[in-house]
């Protein structure tokens, strides 16, 4: 499964770019953050990880 993370700094930002572009790579799952490249807390990006590091990869 290819699982995508996507990021904007501000909340007037769109995300609609890079979603699109990680669908077409082929990603089924997309975790998304508008936050600050600055932020010590990215809450999707810690959900993905946390997925990741809890999978099954067998």
Do not use: C, W
Not at 24 to 53: H, M
């Amino acid at each position: 499964m290819i699982i995508g993370y996507a990021r904007v700094s501000t909340e007037d930002q769109n995300l609609d770019g890079q979603l699109d572009a990680l669908k077409a790579a082929g990603a089924e799952k997309n975790f998304a953050d508008k936050i600050t490249g600055t932020a010590r807390s990215r809450p999707e990006l810690d959900r993905l990880l946390d997925q990741l590091t809890h999978a099954n990869l067998s």
